[in-house]
């Protein structure tokens, strides 16, 4: 088992990484709540295959256990999905002392952690992310939120989990493009704080090498996070850099409604960009976006994509939270494993 734990004083929790750990979750989940009830959102995908694993680990040790299945995708991730889930937890009777699990990917944990937040002013969480791109970036740093119609993201607050529990082998079920996804993200890591992670990227030979790795690879990454976010908890300076190709990313996102492109893939194309367009703006050394593009080549994740409304996709960048006034906080990558914030506006895009 391998730990890390996030130094936030009172707010601190552990970050558990272990193959096969959702088989046995209650053992996990006692370490730091010995209270009655439980509440589990998922989605109908996860629900498949880990929903009744969980649920039965938890009952056989004596939870009270409710679960809500969603469906699956972005689309759930919106402000109109709350009141439902509000409804069923009053219907629970959860109360403060109580917990909610999310368990899935991005989507879950970011819609659950969020209601975990508002619901009765506070109620405890833990999150069990199922898919590579929540287990080494969004599970970790207590970013919780939905979409609105304009933007995605725009509500949300800053709300740590009880714990973070990590079972790489539920990759295992993980659609190929959904782990590719994820790998957008490990990527990221690479390019803004460790240069020798993009080396091995760039060595491994396919899937199975990198699944042969995963373990090391989830810690590095929520390691990254870790030190990132307990420097700078509420995104006001060094953790913007984690949102290293994301503000045009979040952006052709949006454009295509959620549904032509993942947030990694998103991520990916946005990461290249920004490396060509700081290149062709002298802002960085011309070696660099053809490092990005050739492992995102590699792992089969796109890097170009034609926008003819290019105004549509500066006006939301324009809502984007890192534009603050009349600056808007780009981060660039001057050398693999060395990102930094850079102040610009909206011209930079133009």
Do not use: W
């Amino acid at each position: 088992m391998k730990k890390l734990l996030v130094n936030l004083k009172e707010k601190s929790y552990e970050i558990v990484i272990e193959k096969g750990l959702i088989e046995r979750i209650s053992e996990s989940v006692l370490e730091v709540y010995n209270g009655n009830k439980i509440f589990i959102i998922t989605d109908k995908n996860v629900d498949k295959y880990y929903g009744e694993v969980v649920s039965r680990s938890l009952i056989n040790s004596g939870f009270n256990v409710k679960k809500l299945v969603l469906e699956p995708g972005e689309e759930t991730k919106s402000f109109n999905t709350l009141p439902l889930i509000y409804n069923k937890l009053l219907d629970f009777k959860l109360t403060r002392k109580d917990l909610i699990i999310t368990l899935g990917g991005g989507v879950i944990g970011d819609l659950g952690g969020f209601v975990a937040s508002t619901f009765l002013r506070g109620v405890p969480f833990i999150q069990i992310p199922t898919s590579l791109l929540a287990q080494v970036d969004s599970s970790v740093g207590g970013k919780v939120g939905v979409d609105l119609e304009r933007g995605k993201n725009l509500v949300g607050s800053f709300y740590q989990p009880k714990r973070v529990i990590i079972d790489p082998n539920v990759l295992n079920t993980l659609e190929d493009r959904f782990f590719k996804d994820g790998l957008g993200e490990v990527i990221k890591y690479g390019l803004i704080r460790d240069k020798g992670l993009f080396g091995k990227l760039e060595s491994y030979k396919d899937k199975r090498e990198v699944l042969e790795n995963i373990e090391d690879i989830i810690y590095t990454c929520c390691n990254i996070k870790r030190i990132v976010v307990e420097r700078d908890e509420k995104d006001l300076g060094e953790r913007m850099i984690l949102n290293f190709g994301h503000t045009l990313g979040h952006a052709i996102e949006k454009y295509y409604d959620f549904k032509l492109y993942t947030h990694g893939e998103a991520v990916a194309i946005g990461m290249y960009n920004i490396a060509k367009l700081t290149e062709e703006k002298k802002l960085t050394e011309n070696i660099y976006s053809e490092k990005i593009k050739n492992v995102l080549i590699k792992y089969d994740l796109p890097y170009e994509v034609n926008i003819e409304e290019k105004d549509e996709i500066i006006n939301t960048i324009s809502l984007d939270k890192k534009n603050m006034g009349k600056v808007l906080k780009v981060i660039l990558v001057r050398e693999i494993g060395n990102a930094e914030i850079y102040d610009t506006n909206l011209e930079f895009f133009k």
